[in-house]
């Protein structure tokens, strides 16, 4: 392995060199945590809603104010008819619409059925989920309260108590920066290490590579080393920023974090490389690149549960490395697991990263054709 | 045998249905400057690639430094220096750094390596030039120093393909200058070239035309084996014949 070294020093040279490529490696876990921490948030809330009071008794006004505190809905508007209140969710200036009838406070006080109406634009699912749970939540609370009222009760006679447990708030930001560790890796790993070996063919230097003695092995091995060192700084950024600035809690081993996470960033470097000495160009390889990419951020479970999927599909996303290492990114930041519960998954990544450099070296042969 | 550097037998290559090279026989001695001349496509850069085991042989074998080319392509590689028609250095890289990768690549470590491209830097005198970009050097120097690359593991035989081509007449003459006195020191040159005033300044020529192996011999007889006059017209000759 004499050769190593002199391979790596060369890979490490040319990437300092290589400014553009750097700020980008340095400034994605940047951007990207910005845009998932802030911009992209699944609890959607305060979606703008537009009132018809046909009661305009104090009633209805406790029950508008009910669904208002809960926080999912934000009243922009009071409408006087039902027509207006459609046309403005069809226009868009409103997502939901409260209808309280006009006979709201009298069939309350006969004891008869009361009814309220929300309407909610189901068209994003995502965003009327919330919303649609938060009203039936409302109705239910207010029946228990009229029916232990009725019993003659000042205490309801079951209580849940539900905790959830490793993110008690519920906060996206927690769900998201351990996952955004491994996706911003997959995404630079993989396109770095793709467009190595078909860069320095273009370039003509390749010929000239592969004409000395160096091994194919060390070859390979030296050209994902200073990568390597890449890949945890990248690792280091979105974690710090995520402890300072969006407040995940970081409650396991950082030490175990960070041998393991060495295991998936030899993984996705290696993909890459394997990827590099399937293509002829920069451009074959960053399309193979993105190729692998989408499945990853889509199957892997960073922001669907693979619960939800077909049972193929949740086959399929075993193959990729994402879905193991997300595993053990929310089992160590989040649940503070230590190596025993994550034991399969770290295997599993072992696997990946001695597969993914032998299929690699085997791929590559030291002649032209 | 010992005189034999390289050792070319019926060596053959295919491209699909395309013959690049067919057939071709020779013998380089030890401390030759042994010129291969042809039009383009007559097969030259495809033997060169096949002899330093970068291209494997159809059919026919070769030894390169008593080394089987077919059998042993990554030990025909410790024992040849090769400089590519395309200059194949690190743009992005300094004289100095090209040079220690290389020496690092082939092998040498430490103090030795320092010494090794102590010699070669003085032999090309690039000195001045170390800490210079090789991306931002003339064609001369970047030329002398993918030679330099190429010495740094004290080949015995070298394989220099079209090395000249875009380099001015100054810089050519140093070149060759440098060549001849590595084949005195006993290093065995192959070098393929368009000009014929290099052709003229080697010991002996091989003239190949599509493939095939046209004419062999010392720069005047093989001007007599294709029928010109000079080395120019046998080769104006042989480009009108493979074209027509």
Same mark, same amino acid.
């Given at each position: 392995?004499?050769?190593f070294?002199p391979?790596?020093?060369?890979?490490?040279i040319q990437?300092r060199?290589d400014?553009?490529?750097?700020?980008?490696m340095f400034g994605i876990?940047?951007?990207?945590?910005l845009?998932?921490g802030?911009?992209?948030?699944?609890d959607?809330?305060?979606i703008?809603t537009?009132v018809v009071?046909a009661?305009?008794?104090?009633?209805?006004?406790?029950i508008?104010q009910a669904?208002?505190n809960?926080?999912?809905?934000?009243?922009?508007a009071? @409408?006087?008819d039902?027509?207006?209140?459609?046309d403005a969710? @069809?226009?868009?200036r409103a997502?939901?619409?409260?209808?309280v009838p006009?006979?709201?406070a009298r069939?309350?006080?006969?004891?008869?059925?009361a009814?309220?109406?929300?309407?909610?634009? +189901?068209?994003?699912p995502?965003s009327s989920?919330?919303?649609?749970a +938060?009203?039936?939540g409302?109705a239910q609370v207010r029946?228990l309260? #009229?029916?232990a009222?009725l019993a003659?009760r000042? /205490?309801l006679?079951?209580?849940a108590?539900?905790?959830p447990r490793y993110n008690?708030g519920?906060?996206?930001?927690?769900?998201?920066?351990?996952g %955004?560790?491994? #996706?911003?890796l997959?995404m630079?790993?993989v396109?770095?290490?793709a467009?190595?070996?078909?860069?320095?063919r273009?370039?003509?230097? !390749?010929?000239?590579?592969i004409?000395?003695?160096?091994?194919?092995t060390e %070859?390979?091995?030296?050209?994902?080393?200073?990568?390597v060192?890449v890949?945890?700084?990248?690792?280091?950024a979105?974690l710090?920023?995520?402890r300072?600035?969006?407040?995940?809690?970081?409650?396991?081993? *950082?030490?175990?974090?960070?041998?393991?996470?060495?295991l998936?960033i030899?993984?996705?470097l290696?993909l890459g490389?394997? *990827?590099?000495t !399937?293509?002829?160009?920069?451009?074959?390889?960053?399309? #193979?690149?993105?190729?692998f990419? %989408?499945?990853? *951020?889509?199957?892997s479970?960073?922001?669907?549960?693979?619960?939800a999927?077909?049972?193929a599909?949740?086959w399929?996303?075993?193959?990729?490395p994402?879905?193991?290492?997300?595993k053990?990114?929310r089992?160590? =930041?989040l649940k503070g697991?230590g190596?025993?519960?994550i @034991?399969?998954?770290?295997?599993?990544?072992c696997g990946f990263?001695v597969? !993914?450099?032998a299929?690699?070296?085997?791929?590559f042969?030291? /002649?032209?054709d | 045998?010992?005189?034999v +550097?390289v050792?070319?037998?019926?060596?053959?290559r295919?491209?699909? @249905?395309?013959?690049?090279?067919?057939?071709l026989?020779?013998?380089?001695?030890r401390?030759?400057v042994?010129g291969?001349?042809?039009?383009?496509?007559?097969?030259k850069?495809?033997?060169?690639?096949?002899l330093?085991g970068?291209?494997e042989p /159809? $059919?026919?074998?070769a &030894?390169?430094?008593?080394?089987?080319?077919r059998l042993?392509p990554?030990?025909?590689?410790?024992q040849v220096?090769y400089?590519?028609?395309r200059?194949?250095l690190y $743009?992005d890289?300094?004289v100095?750094?090209n040079?220690?990768f290389?020496?690092?690549i082939?092998g040498?470590r430490?103090a030795?390596r320092?010494?090794?491209?102590g010699?070669?830097?003085?032999?090309l005198?690039?000195?001045?030039?170390?800490?210079?970009?090789a991306g931002q050097l003339?064609?001369?120097?970047k030329q002398?120093l993918?030679l330099?690359c190429?010495l740094?593991h004290?080949?015995?035989?070298l394989?220099?393909d079209?090395?000249t081509?875009?380099v001015?007449?100054?810089?050519?003459?140093n070149?060759?200058r440098?060549?001849?006195d =590595?084949?005195?020191?006993g290093t065995t040159v192959?070098? &393929?070239?368009h000009?014929?005033?290099?052709? $003229?300044r080697?010991?002996?020529?091989?003239m190949l035309?599509l493939?095939h192996l046209? +004419?062999l011999?010392?720069?005047?007889e093989v001007?007599?084996?294709v029928?010109?006059?000079?080395?120019?017209?046998?080769y104006i000759?042989l480009?009108?014949k493979?074209?027509g």
């Amino acid at each position: 392995m004499r050769r190593f070294w002199p391979m790596v020093r060369k890979e490490f040279i040319q990437m300092r060199r290589d400014r553009l490529t750097l700020g980008i490696m340095f400034g994605i876990p940047v951007v990207q945590l910005l845009m998932f921490g802030y911009a992209i948030q699944t609890d959607v809330r305060h979606i703008p809603t537009v009132v018809v009071d046909a009661s305009r008794t104090p009633e209805s006004r406790a029950i508008i104010q009910a669904l208002e505190n809960t926080g999912n809905f934000r009243i922009v508007a009071y @409408a006087d008819d039902r027509g207006t209140l459609d046309d403005a969710i @069809a226009r868009g200036r409103a997502q939901a619409g409260i209808v309280v009838p006009y006979d709201y406070a009298r069939n309350l006080g006969r004891g008869s059925t009361a009814s309220f109406q929300v309407i909610v634009d +189901a068209s994003d699912p995502l965003s009327s989920q919330s919303a649609l749970a +938060a009203a039936a939540g409302v109705a239910q609370v207010r029946n228990l309260e #009229l029916l232990a009222a009725l019993a003659g009760r000042s /205490t309801l006679p079951l209580d849940a108590r539900i905790r959830p447990r490793y993110n008690p708030g519920l906060r996206s930001p927690t769900y998201i920066v351990p996952g %955004l560790v491994g #996706l911003i890796l997959t995404m630079t790993m993989v396109l770095i290490t793709a467009v190595a070996i078909v860069r320095e063919r273009e370039r003509g230097t !390749l010929e000239q590579l592969i004409v000395t003695p160096i091994s194919r092995t060390e %070859l390979m091995l030296g050209k994902i080393t200073p990568y390597v060192g890449v890949g945890l700084f990248q690792m280091t950024a979105v974690l710090l920023l995520g402890r300072f600035v969006f407040d995940v809690p970081l409650v396991g081993s *950082i030490g175990l974090l960070y041998a393991v996470s060495l295991l998936f960033i030899v993984a996705s470097l290696s993909l890459g490389l394997f *990827i590099s000495t !399937l293509v002829k160009t920069q451009q074959q390889a960053m399309q #193979l690149s993105f190729f692998f990419m %989408l499945p990853s *951020i889509l199957l892997s479970g960073f922001m669907f549960p693979r619960e939800a999927m077909p049972v193929a599909f949740q086959w399929i996303s075993l193959l990729i490395p994402l879905t193991h290492f997300l595993k053990i990114l929310r089992g160590i =930041l989040l649940k503070g697991v230590g190596i025993g519960p994550i @034991a399969p998954q770290i295997l599993i990544l072992c696997g990946f990263a001695v597969g !993914l450099i032998a299929l690699a070296v085997r791929r590559f042969h030291k /002649t032209l054709d | 045998m010992t005189d034999v +550097a390289v050792d070319i037998r019926d060596l053959t290559r295919r491209f699909g @249905a395309l013959t690049a090279v067919s057939h071709l026989t020779l013998r380089i001695l030890r401390g030759e400057v042994f010129g291969l001349l042809g039009p383009n496509g007559s097969g030259k850069t495809t033997t060169i690639r096949m002899l330093c085991g970068l291209l494997e042989p /159809t $059919e026919g074998d070769a &030894t390169v430094a008593g080394i089987d080319v077919r059998l042993a392509p990554e030990r025909v590689k410790t024992q040849v220096g090769y400089m590519s028609q395309r200059f194949g250095l690190y $743009e992005d890289l300094t004289v100095g750094e090209n040079l220690d990768f290389y020496g690092g690549i082939y092998g040498l470590r430490g103090a030795a390596r320092r010494q090794r491209v102590g010699v070669v830097v003085e032999f090309l005198g690039v000195g001045g030039r170390l800490g210079q970009l090789a991306g931002q050097l003339s064609g001369g120097w970047k030329q002398r120093l993918a030679l330099g690359c190429a010495l740094l593991h004290q080949p015995p035989v070298l394989f220099l393909d079209e090395p000249t081509a875009g380099v001015d007449p100054a810089a050519r003459r140093n070149f060759w200058r440098a060549i001849h006195d =590595l084949a005195r020191d006993g290093t065995t040159v192959l070098v &393929t070239t368009h000009y014929m005033d290099e052709a $003229e300044r080697c010991d002996r020529l091989a003239m190949l035309s599509l493939g095939h192996l046209i +004419a062999l011999g010392t720069p005047p007889e093989v001007a007599q084996q294709v029928g010109g006059k000079t080395l120019e017209d046998a080769y104006i000759i042989l480009q009108e014949k493979d074209e027509g």
